[in-house]
């Protein structure tokens, strides 16, 4: 089995020059992230919905109005 390693398919590493898998999504080598063959530009989007389904901040902070809340007068327990 004679494995060859097509160059033109294999990524580069624009930080050390290694040369990674195509489907590799960063270097081996040093960890540079890759571009990727696919359109990155779902990779922004990916982010983008991440960042939207992030929990939204409390706008309205939990300060109740009444100092005590009316107690409920319990049964007498016999
Ligand atoms: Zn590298």
């Known amino acids: 089995m004679c494995f060859r390693p097509t160059e033109m398919q294999m990524k580069k590493c624009p930080k050390c ?21 696919k ?3 779902d990779a922004d989007q990916a982010k983008l919905d ?9 706008s309205a902070p939990q300060a109740p109005s009444n100092p005590v809340p009316p107690s409920i007068p319990k049964p007498p327990s016999a």
């Open 39 to 41: 359109v990155d530009f």
């Open 17 to 37: 020059g290694a040369n990674n898998k195509p489907i590799a999504t960063e270097c081996a080598q040093c960890g540079e992230p890759l571009e990727q063959m």
């Open 50 to 58: 991440s960042f939207a389904t992030m929990p939204p901040m409390p």
